[in-house]
């Protein structure tokens, strides 16, 4: 290796690591995620992506059926013009693959197109912070379990239980298990047998999967897991997804007064256990049964309509016990909320 090489390798890592260590690592971190990103994000997909074997099928038959006619085509045209010429396979491979070409760019432009359309259009910052910050990932969590509720609901024309159980009264899945499908996590509810309680032999496996969606990055210090089962940093009202199922039109308070789930602190439970609901009417952080998040002066609660909203620890009793009924009638006061 050439002595300029070496100074070149020299002086590009100790680039790299004045870079590091001044706090603008950024720029080395947007190109590498620029350059791998979409790998990485392949990667994180690959487990919750289930192929459709018929689709692919057919799509194979498609191209081969193609195919065959171009090449029938391509053959007849050529002998017309160039009689007793042969037209080659290699030729109708091509044209198909320049056809596949076409399509695919086509609908990479119809991508662009649409990305610089709303580049132009938006009201949000176009350069935006690489890393969020714990307290935005978790209200986007709580968002994320807000939208599967109302899919979940406009599926089944009703919210999910808290707790669902069989015949002799045995506890069975809560709902977060019934949300599977409606957070991206659609192969791993289809391993779960809902006939069968969440601990049973059967559906222990999946129920030790750590799920992000249920993991509040504000809970820095907390369990990943609770028994080996994958953890929950949120709960449900009880009075909203309790035993029962209730509808959205059912909650005469109004969707936007009325709390439907929020983040906890303590005594957390695993993501599959049933009843993991707390009462908002004890107030927040005033017992390791009921809500209040890890924030040492906020917490987020998610209302039925799908907004996320953020309390103070001192909110007014009256407030949480308005927002815990869905037909209570009460008035609410929205000073303590931001």
Request: with cysteine; charged share 15%.
């Amino acid at each position: 290796m050439s002595k300029s090489l070496l100074w070149t390798l020299g002086i590009v890592g100790a680039a790299a690591l004045c870079v590091c260590t001044c706090g603008t690592s950024w720029v080395i971190e947007v190109p590498a995620y620029l350059l791998i990103g979409w790998g990485l994000h392949l990667y994180r997909l690959s487990g919750e992506v289930a192929i459709d074997w018929p689709a692919v099928g057919t799509g194979i038959v498609a191209s081969i059926l193609l195919t065959i006619g171009l090449h029938l085509l391509g053959r007849w045209l050529y002998q017309s013009m160039r009689p007793g010429q042969l037209w080659s396979w290699r030729w109708s491979l091509c044209l198909t693959s320049i056809l596949f070409l076409s399509f695919v760019a086509g609908i990479a432009a119809i991508g662009l197109s649409h990305q610089a359309i709303w580049f132009a259009n938006t009201k949000e910052p176009i350069v935006a912070r690489l890393y969020a910050s714990p307290r935005t990932i978790s209200i986007n969590y709580l968002k994320q379990i807000g939208l599967a509720t109302h899919g979940y609901h406009d599926a089944h024309k009703q919210l999910p239980a808290g707790a669902t159980f069989d015949d002799q009264g045995r506890a069975l899945h809560g709902w977060e298990t019934m949300l599977l499908p409606y957070l991206e996590q659609g192969p791993l509810f289809r391993k779960i047998d809902l006939a069968k309680p969440w601990d049973a032999m059967e559906n222990a496996p999946a129920m030790r999967e750590e799920l992000s969606a249920f993991m509040s990055p504000l809970v820095e210090d907390g369990p990943q897991t609770v028994s080996g089962y994958g953890v929950c940093h949120y709960a449900t009202n009880v009075h909203v997804m309790g035993t029962k199922s209730m509808t959205l039109r059912g909650i005469t308070d109004g969707a936007s007064n009325t709390m439907l789930a929020g983040d906890v602190a303590s005594n957390f439970k695993p993501w599959g256990m049933p009843a993991n609901w707390r009462d908002p009417a004890l107030g927040l952080l005033t017992s390791p049964h009921s809500f209040g998040g890890p924030h040492p002066k906020t917490s987020l609660i998610l209302l039925c309509d799908g907004t996320v909203r953020t309390v103070k620890h001192d909110i007014s009793i009256d407030v949480m016990k308005a927002l815990a009924t869905p037909n209570g009638g009460e008035k609410l006061d929205f000073g303590d909320l931001k």
